[in-house]
């Protein structure tokens, strides 16, 4: 079940009415546009929030996606590195969000760094399709695994912050 706080960060997310994927060269300009105002919504509510946890920009085709997103936790702010292609079958198929630098520290984790998001987003992502987008994938996918993966990663010494990592002295 969805909690109030996700309902109504959802509710402020325009939802997409092209349904189309990269393949698809009429409708694709229509359907990035879309994205885009999309993403600038969502980001923007974070920021007007207190919660910006992320900048992601694309290649000029609006195919391949990237940037950093960021945990802060003791009032440090770990930062990473994401990405994602979309898929050729998009937007019936949700991106694979990954971030690399983690690939192999979590169970909760493809090999590539991509994050796991078969339990619970992606049955969301096909009940809503096509009207969710990568705003939507973002909220909803990144954004809870983030926000339970990093502190345990934390916690248990596996994701060190730049500060306190030993130097080579």
Known sequence: ????ATKKCLAA????????????????????KEEVTSLIKFIQNNKEGDNDWLR?????EGTRWFGKCWYVQDYKKYEFELEFDIPVTYPST????????????????YRGGKICLTEHF????????????????????LGPWIAVEIPELINRGV???????????
């Open 122 to 141: 992606k049955p969301l992502w096909s009940r809503n399709a096509p009207k969710f987008g990568i705003a939507h994938a973002l909220a909803l996918g």
């Open 159 to 169: 994701v060190v912050h730049k500060d306190d990592q030993p130097t080579g002295e």
């Open 1 to 4: 079940m969805v909690d109030a």
């Open 13 to 32: 997310i325009p939802l997409l009415k092209t349904k189309a994927g990269p393949r698809d060269k009429e409708e694709w300009p229509q359907r990035l």
């Open 94 to 109: 949700a991106p694979e969000i990954a971030i690399p630098e983690l690939d192999g520290k979590t169970a909760k984790m």
């Open 56 to 60: 992601i920009q694309s290649n000029k």
